[in-house]
């Protein structure tokens, strides 16, 4: 997966948009206002490519231990981020897929119900 092929599997989701909220360098997606990936465009061109999801607690514990190249969210909650090392090669990209719908479903389930029927 490389940078455009996620931007545009984040941006087919519904609610979905695209923000710089902290640098030029980090690219954020939100959902309804709400992050649920984070990669930075600086790693991307070095070929150090890696993006931040939220994950469910338990299920993070699982992926790490199933997989190097998920580890604790860099400069994110540990309980409640991972960041997935795409570069290392680990990660086939249906898995990468799976987990950032993951991550956005997780961020809708923590929205108010009434922002949440909005996506309806």
Same mark, same amino acid.
């Given at each position: 997966?490389? =940078? ?8 087919? @989701? ?19 206002? @709400? ?15 890696? =993006? ?17 190249? =998920? ?16 570069h ?5 990209p ?5 987990? =950032? ?20």
């Amino acid at each position: 997966m490389n =940078i455009e092929q996620l931007r545009n599997y984040c941006l087919s @989701k519904k609610g979905v948009t695209e923000d710089f909220p902290f640098d030029q360098d980090t690219l954020v997606f939100k959902v309804l206002g @709400k992050m649920f990936v984070l990669a930075s465009l600086k790693k991307w061109e070095q070929g150090e490519a890696s =993006i931040n999801l939220k994950a469910d607690p338990e299920y993070s514990e699982e992926l790490r231990v199933n997989y190097n190249s =998920i580890r604790p969210g860099f400069h994110m909650s540990k309980k409640h981020w991972n960041t997935l090392y795409l570069h290392e090669g680990e990660l086939h990209p249906q898995l990468v897929k799976e987990l =950032i719908d993951h991550s956005y479903n997780m961020v809708i389930k923590g929205l108010a119900k009434k922002l949440r029927d909005t996506l309806s």
